[in-house]
């Protein structure tokens, strides 16, 4: 069953003429044609919904009440590490609340050594030399990265001869997006049937016209790619660099490093896997880190410390220019140092040992309720399963929702049919893992004996089953006090 959008004038549409949440000030003095200049006076009122603080408030919360959260339930969203945020670190981050990005850099000492010091933590955790803050996401990272590397490409010479990008058919998306957005065409390589990197395909790609080759270790599968040493020892054999997408870090934090499989650049989600917020548009925090060879082109400027005095340097002639506004989304740098000291390096590994506990204890619980995987080996941090018989990814995800809990990242990788990627993170508790493994069984029983059921789920969620190719063609983005209501009452009327 579809539903209509009968009651959204009902929920949203609580606008009533002279009601008020707020009273401005009166201006007194002044009329304000004086203050701000008749040219910035409206000659109509602002067509604003009308309402009580209270009506106001109300509104608000329900909507809160409606999302779904890490903080509410378990989130397993495969690749994307949704796990949650330690609320220490909120308190750490405000305590930086007060600091302005243009105050001199004399009067912030204390935020300039933090970053200072985050960076250096960051450089011997992945096995870089040199680490910049700056980027405002993963994707920014990428981006700085992939410039870093056609500066280095460009100032030996052969930026017009390295025109490729070498990327798996099972990478994040955004790999080959940036690879292209820099300029550069993308050759993309299979992957095996063991869901490692097809070695004999990347090494036929490899030439003299290779630029770099994008990898994540572990990869989009959950596998770890355990010939990367011969991977990167091809690519600098024809002078092509490695480039890491740190997306799966957390696997192999405090274990195994970057650098020390062969790779140039890194870039870091840290919501991924140093816990700072996720989503909803940002503020996200993208560092990148590099071998020596590349530091030269980092984005400027960069904090160096000169005794016992952190300065900031601008100076810096080969830099691919400033990809951020001042130092980055300082207040997420913060909380990403909190949980580093807080952890120290035991406490690092131990992420990575239970990441990977997690994901092969679901991925044995859901083999248990009838869930092949698409590649039946000891994963990573995450896995990608398959539903039984004929089910659909997408049916038994809308059924989940019924249970009170989030669905797995459903359809990715492309290269795997009626893809499930799971990642339960270190973060949930056995029971936790337990609950959903049986929750999911019980959708498969129940879908297996009534298909009309599952074609209707979900059942008891807030908006029932859309029309997800309608919303994504013609998406509603704002709000207009008679738009919204006419064309809500006219598809209810259809």
Not at 230 to 246: F, P, R
Not at 322 to 347: E, F, K, Q, T
Not at 410 to 433: G, H, N, Q, S
Request: charged letters at 20%; glycine letters at 10%; proline letters at 7%.
């Amino acid at each position: 069953m579809t539903q209509t959008r009968e009651d959204v004038p009902l929920i949203f549409e609580r606008s009533q003429p002279g009601r008020r949440g707020v009273t401005p000030p009166v201006t007194e003095g002044a009329p304000l044609e004086t203050l701000l200049g008749r040219e910035h006076l409206r000659s109509e009122p602002p067509r604003l919904p009308e309402v009580s603080e209270l009506d106001l408030v109300r509104h608000y919360t329900n909507l809160a009440h409606r999302q779904f959260s890490i903080d509410g339930n378990v989130y397993p969203l495969g690749s994307c590490t949704m796990k949650y945020n330690p609320k220490v670190h909120e308190e750490a981050a405000s305590l930086f609340s007060d600091v302005h990005p243009e105050q001199d850099d004399g009067s912030v000492q204390g935020t300039l050594g933090l970053l200072w010091h985050l960076a250096r933590d960051l450089s011997e955790i992945t096995g870089m030399d040199q680490v910049t803050l700056q980027p405002a996401a993963g994707a920014h990272g990428e981006l700085t990265g992939i410039l870093m590397i056609r500066a280095f490409h460009e100032a030996n010479g052969e930026g017009a001869q390295r025109r490729t990008v070498i990327v798996p058919d099972a990478a994040h998306g955004t790999n080959p997006a940036t690879a292209g957005m820099v300029g550069y065409d993308v050759v993309e390589v299979p992957t095996g049937e063991d869901g490692e990197v097809d070695v004999g395909a990347l090494r036929a790609a490899l030439g003299p016209d290779t630029a770099a080759v994008m990898l994540t270790n572990p990869s989009t599968v959950g596998i770890f790619e355990g010939r990367i040493l011969e991977i990167a020892e091809a690519a600098h054999a024809v002078g092509a660099q490695v480039y890491y997408d740190g997306a799966n870090l957390n696997a192999i934090v405090g274990k195994a490093r970057p650098g020390d499989m062969g790779f140039d650049v890194v870039h870091l989600n840290l919501h991924k896997t140093f816990t700072t917020p996720h989503g909803g548009g940002g503020p996200g925090t993208g560092p990148v880190g590099v071998k020596a060879h590349l530091a030269p082109f980092l984005p400027g400027p960069v904090i160096e410390r000169e005794g016992e005095r952190y300065v900031v340097q601008e100076d810096r002639p080969n830099s691919v220019g400033r990809m951020r506004s001042h130092h980055g989304n300082v207040g997420n740098l913060v909380r990403a140092y909190a949980y580093i000291r807080s952890l120290g390096p035991d406490g690092l590994a131990d992420v990575a040992e239970k990441a990977v506990l997690n994901a092969n204890y679901l991925r044995k619980r859901l083999e248990e309720q009838g869930f092949s995987m698409a590649y039946d080996r000891t994963c990573m941090h995450e896995f990608v399963a398959q539903p039984p018989g004929e089910l659909r990814t997408l049916d038994l995800a809308k059924a989940l929702l019924d249970e009170g809990m989030h669905p797995m990242t459903v359809y990715f990788p492309l290269v795997v049919k009626e893809a499930m990627m799971v990642e339960p993170t270190e973060t949930e508790a056995l029971e936790t893992l337990d609950a959903y493994a049986e929750a999911l069984g019980r959708v498969t029983r129940r879908a297996q004996q009534d298909a009309e059921w599952l074609a209707g789920a979900p059942y008891m969620t807030p908006v029932r089953r859309l029309d997800e190719v309608l919303a994504a063609r013609t998406p509603i983005l704002r709000w207009t006090p008679s738009e919204a209501v006419d064309a809500v009452q006219g598809e209810a009327a259809d």
